[in-house]
């Protein structure tokens, strides 16, 4: 079956960095796109990022775009989200997809809370 | 970037009534690229619907959806207890892919 399980959550600083990981499994990995997607409380969800099979195609929403870089790597059927310069409303839970369109598989999500 | 604005916000109904939601588009949406996701609290969203009216695995007939253009309908048509929740519409024509603001489904 499916499995994605998001970790790297965590509290940071205004300015900081964090990391994201997603581990992939139960599926052929280089057949699928992959996202990232987050949500804060009481808000919709959020479209962030996807990048393709072999990473030809990557896209950003413009509130990360500059700040936040996607990237996978298929021999560890993982993909990462490095977020930089994380400000207060980055606060959210983020999950991975998968899919770049839209999506019926979603890690449970892991906590980002950007605080001082 | 397509903005989808969903109505009502809220709707009030009881179990083995019909809830219909309605999400409405800034600009056309191209090939029917709409989906529908319910979420229920503490948990990730749950894709009911993609192509506008394709359930996904698992997903009851109770469940439809249709529309086309800028004008698309997710309809439940006898609630269950489960089905109180948000949906939430969402359009993968074009990129940024958005979400419309939800519509709680409540006793």
């Known amino acids: 079956q499916v499995q994605l399980v998001e970790s790297g959550g965590g509290l940071v600083k205004p300015g900081g960095s964090l990391r994201l990981s997603c581990a992939a499994s139960?599926?052929?990995?280089?057949?699928?796109?992959m996202s990232w997607i987050r949500q804060s409380p009481g808000e919709r969800p959020e479209w962030l990022s996807y990048i393709s099979a072999y990473s030809n195609y990557i896209d950003y929403a413009d509130s990360v775009k500059g700040r936040f870089s996607i990237s996978r790597d298929n021999a560890r059927t993982s993909i990462f989200l490095q977020m930089d310069n994380l400000r207060a409303e980055d606060t959210a839970v983020y999950y991975c997809v998968r899919g770049g369109s839209n999506w019926e598989f979603w890690g449970p999500g892991t906590l980002v809370t950007v605080s001082s | 970037e397509v903005v989808l604005t969903q109505s009502p916000g809220t709707l009030s109904l009881s179990p083995g009534e019909r809830a219909s939601v309605s999400c409405r588009a800034s600009?056309?949406?191209?090939?029917?690229?709409l989906a529908w996701y319910q979420q229920r609290p503490g948990q990730a969203p749950r894709l009911l619907i993609r192509?506008?009216?394709n359930r996904a695995t698992g997903i009851p007939d109770r469940f439809s959806g249709s529309g086309s253009g800028t004008d698309f309908t997710l309809t439940i048509s006898r609630l269950e207890p489960e089905d109180f929740a948000i949906y939430y519409c969402q359009q993968y024509s074009s990129s940024p892919r958005t979400f419309g603001q939800g519509t709680k489904v409540e006793i």
């Open positions: 600009q056309t949406i191209a090939n029917n690229y």
């Open positions: 192509n506008t009216s």
């Open positions: 139960g599926f052929t990995f280089t057949d699928h796109y």
